[in-house]
C-alpha cells in the first residue's frame, strides 16, 4: 500500500508515566502500596533480571489497597505535561490518531485522563481488577509472547497497526519504549529511552514538554489545505531537529 492510498495518515503512539505524566504514578503507587516489598522488584525488572509481567505478578502478591484509596493517591500524585492538552487538540485538527500504550496500569491512566476531561483517548494498558476483600489482581491483556517479558507488549500494538498507517510517531521515555520505538518512524525520547537510542545510535529526538513534540510536527507532518507534506523518517528528522537547535 502507498503512502497515498493511506491518505497520509499518522498514528502517535504515546507512553504514560514519566511522558504524558511527568511524574511516574505507577511507581509511586507500588511504593506505597505494597509495605516496601516493591523496592526489590523493582530493581530485578531496572537490571533486567526480570520483565514487567514476572515483576506486576510478584508486586500483585503484596499489592495492599482497595480501589478507593489508590484512586484518591493517583490522582495527587500525577502531574499532566503542561502541553498534553494541546498536543492533543493538534493531532485531532491534523487528524493524527493518538493512542496512549502503557506498561502502567489502565485504573489510574485513565481516572487521570477523566480527571482532565480527556477521556476520549484510547489506552492500551495492564488491567487492576479489584475485588472486595481481596488483594487486586493485575491482567495482560496487551501482553505478546513474542518473548513474554511486558505486560504490555507495545512493540506488539505498533505492529498490529503498521499497515493502517503511513508514518507512525512515537513518545516515550522508559524500559518498555525501547523495543517499539526501534519500529517507529519518528521517535521522541527522554530519560532511559533517550540514553539507549544514543548509545545505540539510532535516531530519537529529545524533548522537555509536548511543546517540543507538538513544535517539530507541525513544522515536519501537519498538513495544510488538507494536504499531506510530511516527508520524514527516522535519521532525517532527527537530523532536522538538531539543525533547528544548534540555530537557536
Ligand atoms: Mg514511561
Redo the contacts with the bound molecule.
Sequence with gaps: MTQTDRGGKVLVLC?F???VSRTDVGNRLFRRFSGGGWREIDAAYVSGEVGSREAYRRAAAILDGDADRMLEFVLREADLDPDFRAFRSFCREQGHDLLIVSDGLDFYIEAILRSHSLEEIPVHANRIVFRPGQRPDIEFPWASEDCGLCGTCKRGILRSMRNRYDRIVYV???HS?VCPSAEADVVFGRDHLLEVCRREGRPCIPFERFGDVLDFLSRNLSRPSGTHNGRLRGANAAGRIEENQTGR
Design positions: 507512553d508515566d514519566g511522558t516515550g521515555n522508559g519504549d
